[in-house]
């Protein structure tokens, strides 16, 4: 959004060359022209905000590497070591498609919960098989990345790593959590985004009419309208959301039914 330039300049020296592995830097610039980047990166200019989707999807189509690593612009990299060790594990296991990092508060240590990508989240420094992957701190294989679609563009904001992550592993890949791979970003709450309630309603009707059978899609829908009601009370916002979500063709590729069976064995089936 271009109104971070001292955490802008901080996150891209975060990633370092490492030895054996060459990397670029793109930075996407979502609708403001007089934006403060670092030197010598690939800028990226959009002319108004589309959205984190859409803007990750063009800072995908800019990259050449065989490799894309997803960092907002207020996270910093702590290992020196994660870029290489990263690549590493992608050409030792030709099978997986993305690798979500364990995000920390640098000022109180913690992780959120709701950036551990497991059903009752669990232990944030153990790593293992998921069924998605924090967008803002991660690696997707380019290849894999691109077969699929990117991101959903619509979604604006919220649950497009689902989106995402669902459609990689009905085609057969598979997503880790690496609880060693540290970056540090400062603890935030959902409810910072004034639309935040509207658009994750929005979007996981979205998501079910995009990806869920039927009957999975109305259960999905339902189970987190009540908890969404009961962790915010705003029902206002939770209706229009949902409304909006019910509103409109989209492009239905439902999972087959094997993948809702590899998403409930890995701890999170897609009801909830």
Do not use: K
Not at 6 to 30: D, F, K, R, T
Not at 38 to 55: H, K, M, S, T, Y
Not at 178 to 198: L, M
Request: with cysteine; glycine share 12%.
């Amino acid at each position: 959004m271009g109104d971070r330039p001292a955490e802008l300049a901080a996150a891209v020296a975060s990633v370092p060359g490492a030895a054996g592995v060459e990397h670029e830097v793109v930075v996407v610039v979502n609708g403001r022209a007089d934006a403060v980047v670092p030197d010598g990166v690939v800028r990226v200019d959009l002319e108004q905000n589309v959205g984190i989707p859409a803007g990750r999807n063009r800072g995908a189509q800019h990259a050449t590497g065989d490799l894309l690593v997803f960092l907002d612009d207020d996270a910093v990299v702590q290992d020196p070591g994660l870029v290489a060790r990263t690549v590493a594990r992608f050409a030792a296991e030709p099978d997986l498609a993305a690798v979500g990092f364990r995000i920390v508060d640098p000022d109180g240590g913690g992780t959120a919960a709701r950036h551990v990508p497991r059903l009752g989240r669990g232990d944030p420094e153990r790593s293992g098989d998921v069924t998605s992957f924090p967008g803002g701190a991660c690696a997707v294989r380019a290849a894999a990345f691109h077969a699929v679609g990117g991101l959903p563009d619509p979604f604006f904001y919220a649950l497009e790593e689902t989106d995402l992550a669902w459609r990689l592993i009905d085609a057969g890949w598979r997503i880790a959590y690496d609880g060693d791979a540290v970056v540090h970003h400062p603890r935030t709450e959902i409810e910072r985004h004034g639309s935040a309630t509207r658009l994750t309603a929005r979007n996981r009707v979205l998501l079910a009419r995009r990806r869920l059978p039927w009957i999975l899609g109305v259960l999905y829908v339902a189970d987190w309208f009540a908890i969404t009601w009961l962790r915010t009370r705003r029902i206002g916002e939770l209706w229009q959301g949902t409304r909006e979500g019910l509103e409109g063709p989209v492009d239905r590729q439902p999972m087959r039914w094997r993948t809702v069976w590899t998403l409930t064995r890995l701890g999170r089936p897609p009801v909830v």
